[in-house]
């Protein structure tokens, strides 16, 4: 199974109006990688993930999720996106529900499975992610750390084939930060196949297999992360880079 | 004060003589005032819905143009509804279905027609509540729920709606309390709630300021206690400020299992033997102080008297 392409993305661009942020991507993943998408703000990282994820619609192009279309896939976008799980820099936790809820809803309303199998699958990640303990807890009682380990599990309870993770530790605390990136790692090493867009180069660098540095709408380079930091092949890379590594 | 007094004699004897037609009068608008106010949300919250369906331009031709007549017949549905007097409408129903099928079809029971026309009116108003209350939760709530695959219907079954209902709460109860009042209007079409009850009992007694003070009364207890039973709902639904660990974490098991450093040693303050000996050792090094100071004094002051003549010091 391994070296499977899972997605496959030809042609992709996306305009907001006149202004064209995605130009003419074209992107693989294989299962099993870990790739960090960098690139300044504005450079289109997170439109590319919220399109992969049909959060925004394609102006042009096409999107393959395990060989098939994704827009003439069966069950619409709601059975694919079932299939691609989603971690957000805002985290997006439902403030309605207990955190144990958080991670239930999904698996029986969508994946329609028993209330008690999917309980046990909820606190399988929670405690893989260390929330275990706090299962009573509503959202607005937790730390912005703890939140975005919830909305991780939360995921991951969807058993997704591919995980995107959106900025996940842009809006924390930096002392924060740390919690979540040690749980990233660890989807890492258990071979998850994550696409991660991230200003955290020291987890692209260390935990990710292929690293993409986007600007201006399209991708400006694409190897692996010892290449891309100690090698980069290209100017803007080589400028990026040691603005990052100035901070 | 007399006409206080004659005022109250006036009400009691009203009260002992009609209270069961008053007491039927409270009745008959609370259930309207319910069941309207419940089927009015249920009608705003449909609407509230189906307004905020989105289409975007990749969709079929159909599904937009569909999409498109739904927002524009609620509109009409609330513009109607929301701008035009409820006593109107009462009449306008009432006479309208016997008018349109020829007297073949009419309103036989006043309570079909009643909550009919005060459920419509509230749904008008309860419409935009909801559009208000949808909008007013955070979009990234609809991201996480579509990111997770839930369709339209879900997303807003569960995480939106439920959210929503607690915002707009207080307007629910604002209309709750506006329908306990405004029923009164439907005495026109002869729906015998509270206010009916006063013209009958007026038509019988001729006390018009007397039967009209226990309306106000009675008009007012309902209202407060609705604010009342509303305003505990809305804290039973915001729940607990706090919530228990499932489990102890594992900083929080350190808790119980901590060893102070002093404990069993003289300075353990929950040891009262060793606090007596603490105690004790404390006095002795006090009085040896004490007595250390009285030397040096009395060293000072021979010395004092060598270096100075002046000092005042000395005792």
């Known amino acids: 199974m391994l070296n499977k392409e899972i997605l496959q993305v030809n042609h992709l661009s996306k305009s907001f109006g006149t202004h064209q942020v995605l130009k003419d991507i074209d992107f693989t993943v294989k299962k099993g990688d870990v790739t960090s998408i960098i690139g300044a703000s504005g450079s289109g990282k997170s439109t590319l993930l919220r399109c992969i994820n049909l959060l925004e619609t394609p102006t042009s192009g096409e999107i393959f999720f395990q060989g098939?279309?994704?827009r003439h896939r069966k069950g619409g976008a709601s059975a694919y996106r079932a299939k691609v799980g989603m971690v957000f820099q805002s985290f997006n936790l439902f403030n309605n529900m207990t955190v144990l809820e958080n991670c239930v809803v999904g698996q029986t309303k969508v994946l329609k499975k028993g209330k008690k199998e999917a309980e046990e699958t909820a606190m399988k990640f929670l405690t893989k992610v260390g929330m275990a303990p706090y299962i009573n807890a509503k959202p607005r009682q937790i730390s912005g750390?703890?939140?975005?380990?919830?909305a991780i599990a939360r995921a991951l309870a969807m058993n997704p084939d591919v995980l995107l993770f959106d900025e996940p530790t842009s809006a924390l605390d930096p002392e924060m930060v740390g919690e979540v990136l040690s749980v990233m790692r660890d989807l890492a090493a258990d071979g998850l196949t994550m696409l991660v867009v991230t200003h955290e180069?020291?987890?692209a660098r260390d935990v990710s297999n292929r690293v993409v540095f986007m600007r201006d709408g399209v991708?400006?380079?694409d190897a692996s992360p010892e290449e891309l930091f100690s090698n980069p092949q290209r100017e803007e890379t080589k400028e990026f880079l040691s603005r990052f590594m100035e901070r | 004060m007399d006409k206080l007094t004659q005022l109250g004699s006036d009400m009691v004897t009203l009260w002992s003589k009609y209270h069961d037609m008053y007491l039927d009068g409270i009745a008959n608008t609370l259930i309207l005032a319910v069941v309207a106010t419940a089927i009015g949300c249920?009608?705003?919250?449909?609407?509230?819905?189906?307004?905020?369906?989105?289409?975007t331009k990749s969709d079929s031709v159909f599904k937009r143009f569909f999409l498109k007549l739904i927002r524009v017949l609620v509109r009409v549905y609330v513009e109607v509804f929301r701008g035009t007097p409820m006593i109107l409408q009462a009449v306008f129903i009432f006479f309208g279905l016997p008018y349109f099928t020829d007297n073949a079809l009419q309103f036989t029971n006043m309570?079909?027609?009643s909550i009919l026309v005060v459920s419509i009116n509230t749904g008008a108003y309860m419409a935009e509540s909801v559009r208000g209350g949808i909008i007013s939760v955070d979009?990234?709530?609809t991201e996480g729920a579509k990111a997770i695959g839930m369709n339209h219907f879900q997303t807003m079954l569960y995480v939106i709606l439920p959210q929503a209902l607690r915002n707009i709460l207080p307007q629910i109860g604002n209309n709750f309390i506006i329908n306990i009042k405004d029923t009164s209007v439907m005495f026109i079409i002869g729906f015998t709630e509270f206010f009916a009850t006063h013209k009958a009992v007026v038509g019988a007694s001729y006390r018009y300021f007397p039967s009209a003070a226990i309306e106000m009364i009675g008009y007012l207890t309902m209202t407060l206690l609705a604010s009342f039973i509303l305003r505990y709902i809305e804290k039973k639904m915001d729940g607990s400020s706090s919530y228990d660990l499932a489990q102890a974490d594992a900083l929080t098991m350190a808790g119980g299992t901590y060893n102070h450093p002093n404990r069993g040693t003289p300075f353990d303050e929950r040891n009262p033997e060793g606090v007596k000996s603490m105690l004790r050792e404390e006095l002795r090094r006090q009085a040896e102080m004490e007595e250390a100071r009285q030397?040096?004094?009395q060293v000072e002051a021979h010395q004092g008297r060598h270096q100075s003549t002046t000092d005042s010091r000395g005792e």
């Open chain 2, 111 to 113: 309570w079909t027609v």
């Open chain 2, 295 to 297: 030397k040096g004094r």
């Open chain 2, 139 to 141: 979009p990234g709530q």
């Open chain 2, 42 to 55: 249920l009608i705003g919250f449909v609407c509230g819905i189906l307004q905020t369906i989105p289409y």
């Open chain 1, 219 to 221: 991708i400006w380079e």
């Open chain 1, 201 to 203: 180069m020291a987890f």
């Open chain 1, 145 to 150: 750390g703890q939140k975005q380990r919830v």
């Open chain 1, 68 to 70: 098939e279309d994704i």
